[in-house]
């Protein structure tokens, strides 16, 4: 069987897995259910060589203004739309 050259080699460790807890940009609902574009928290529901699915509790919407009717985002893996969540400090810390 012939080998496959790589320009590099293949990264074992992945950037996201499932059940992480990731921060998508997009269009959500807020509090008053007005709708606003944002960071929004999500879990990681599956992961393959490109894209990376996340499920919200809240409603999203896809750019084009259409509700997204399982609560589930597909980003690119190196999209800059999508990120571990920044750590934040709880006052009194």
């Known amino acids: 069987m012939a080998s496959l050259p790589f320009s590099a080699p293949p990264n074992a460790k992945r950037e996201y897995d ?12 807020d509090d008053r259910k007005d709708r606003i574009r ?13 894209l990376v699915a996340v499920q919200f509790h ?3 919407y896809l750019t084009n203004g259409w509700m997204v009717p399982d609560h589930v985002l597909w980003c690119p893996k190196d999209s800059g739309n999508i990120r571990h969540p920044k750590k934040r400090s709880r006052a009194g810390d």
């Open 38 to 50: 944002d960071w929004l928290v999500g879990v990681v529901v599956q992961v393959d060589h490109k």
């Open 58 to 60: 809240e409603n999203v």
């Open 18 to 29: 499932v059940g992480d807890m990731v921060e998508v940009l997009c269009d959500h609902e």
